[in-house]
């Protein structure tokens, strides 16, 4: 349960914003300047929201931001992570795709694929993950920058479950879905494959999705061209089902199971 571990604080000036998430979801809500002995805080901050993870001395922050960071450089210079997630989804040239990111996370992957001029559907069910990128997606709506305007009015989320989603996909798209995108969360034994210490608190507060493995069935169904899964070297097949292709990195691989080629 969220609120065992979880509080919200806000400034006035999104008091309304934050007392709208605490209601539905059953939390206390405390002025930001308020000490707590919570395991996480979510913060509604002016125009930010972000998560705390506030069990070390110093609190460690998550917050998404598409004009800053990795994502800025994923967007000016490209690079491998791009390069892959391309070659896996079949992005190339002039071929636009329409892909949906039935499991969002942070959106990382997501941006990637609309930065190289694909339409993005995003799925979230957290509701933590939800606010964080959706804030990420507003900031970027009123930004300055063109480029990364350009790039995130590709990108259309939606706060449900993927296996609800895929299973009514018509209600997310009038279009067909070239592309079916899964990254679901995967719980490691090995300690040396632990993702980032950022990604680690966002895995522990959203949880495993130990359901995954009834995502590839209805993807398979909805997806056009293929669906792409993205595992951990160390994770085995969603649903134990062997991919047509497997593209390997350092820590990661896509599993890539085609239904027909892309035009």
Not at 33 to 57: E, I, P, S
Not at 121 to 143: D, G, K, M, Y
Not at 189 to 213: C, H
């Amino acid at each position: 349960m969220l609120s065992d571990t979880l509080i919200i604080k806000s400034t006035i000036s999104a008091w309304e914003q934050a007392s709208a998430f605490a209601a539905v979801h059953k939390l206390s809500i405390v002025d930001i300047d308020k000490k707590t002995a919570h395991d996480f805080t979510l913060v509604f901050d002016f125009t930010r929201v972000y998560l705390l993870d506030c069990r070390q001395k110093k609190p460690v922050e998550i917050c998404v931001d598409f004009n800053s960071g990795a994502a800025e450089h994923r967007r000016k210079y490209g690079g491998g992570a791009g390069q892959s997630i391309a070659k896996a989804c079949g992005i190339k040239g002039g071929r636009k795709l329409h892909i949906l990111d039935a499991t969002a996370g942070l959106g990382g992957d997501s941006f990637v694929m609309a930065s190289l001029g694909c339409t993005l559907t995003l799925l979230e069910r957290s509701p933590i993950a939800f606010s964080l990128l959706n804030n990420a997606l507003e900031r970027a709506s009123e930004s300055e920058n063109v480029e990364l305007l350009d790039i995130t009015s590709r990108m259309t989320l939606h706060n449900v479950s993927a296996l609800d989603a895929l299973h009514n996909i018509g209600v997310y798209s009038d279009d067909a879905f070239d592309v079916i995108y899964l990254d679901p969360m995967f719980p490691e034994k090995n300690k040396k494959a632990l993702a980032k210490k950022e990604m680690q608190i966002f895995q522990q507060i959203v949880g495993a999705d130990n359901d995954a493995d009834n995502l590839l069935e209805p993807a398979l169904e909805a997806a056009t061209y293929r669906v792409v899964v993205k595992r951990s070297k160390t994770a085995p097949y969603l649903n134990g089902v062997e991919p047509t292709l497997e593209l390997k990195g350092k820590s990661s691989r896509f599993d890539i199971y085609t239904k027909k080629k892309l035009p």
